[in-house]
T-cell receptor, first 115, second 111 residues
Framework: NAGVTQTPKFQVLKTGQSMTLQCAQD?????MSWYRQDPGMGLRLIHY???????DQGEVPNGYNVSRSTTEDFPLRLLSAAPSQTSVYFC??????????????FGSGTRLTVV | QQQVKQSPQSLIVQKGGISIINCAYE??????FPWYQQFPGKGPALLIA?????SEKKEGRFTISFNKSAKQFSLHIMDSQPGDSATYFC??????????FGAGTTVTVRA
């Protein structure tokens, strides 16, 4: 069981370039989400999905797009990279126990630097 | 503006000591309060979680204390070990799966 797989692990972009961060899960989880982690700010929600074909914005969505064509995959697209998007990005998938517990599994992260 | 405020930013504890991390929230609609542990270069991993209908939950050396009236909750790490050295995040969510995280606390356990 691989869990949540993120690629690439490291990436350097030039300002204005676009790229896609890949995320795949093999646990058949309904929910998937993208967070960014910045020093002193914890993790902030970028976009999330409650199932294939359904996505919505989180706390910091500007400059990012997502789509969810399958249960397994939830790619994050940076449209035109800016230095402010330098961060560590985490993909997570989760389930609901139906009793208010949400079992999150995070990927190992993508460290992105925009120069 | 962070919905969950976490303190301290970092702490150092001797092996065998107790580490205490505190979190406070404002949104009374929050009803699920997990703690995550993160090692360098890894993603966060769920450590322990509590719901507001209980005041304390213990799993091994880790205990969550929850004070609903004060809108505060805390993590206690008993008998701290060098392997506990990590960054800890508190979080909260309200009847859905979207988590609001605290800023994190870096814990260093000195042998």
């Amino acid at each position: 069981n691989a869990g949540v797989t993120q690629t690439p692990k490291f990436q350097v972009l030039k300002t204005g370039q676009s790229m896609t961060l890949q995320c795949a899960q093999d646990m058949n989880h309904e929910y998937m989400s993208w967070y960014r982690q910045d020093p002193g700010m914890g993790l902030r929600l970028i976009h999330y999905s409650v199932g294939a074909g359904i996505t919505d914005q989180g706390e910091v969505p500007n400059g990012y797009n997502v789509s969810r064509s399958t249960t397994e995959d939830f790619p994050l697209r940076l449209l035109s990279a800016a230095p402010s998007q330098t961060s560590v990005y985490f993909c997570a998938s989760s389930y609901s126990s139906g009793q208010g517990d949400y079992g999150y599994t995070f990927g190992s992260g993508t460290r992105l630097t925009v120069v | 503006q962070q919905q969950v405020k976490q303190s301290p930013q970092s702490l150092i504890v001797q092996k065998g000591g107790i580490s205490i991390i505190n979190c406070a929230y404002e949104n009374t609609a929050f009803d699920y309060f997990p703690w995550y542990q993160q090692f360098p270069g890894k993603g966060p991993a769920l450590l322990i979680a509590i719901r507001p209908d209980v005041s304390e939950k213990k799993e091994g050396r880790f205990t969550i204390s929850f004070n609903k009236s004060a809108k505060q909750f805390s993590l206690h790490i008993m008998d701290s070990q060098p392997g506990d050295s990590a960054t800890y995040f508190c979080a909260a969510s309200r009847d859905d799966y979207k988590l609001s995280f605290g800023a994190g606390t870096t814990v260093t356990v000195r042998a």
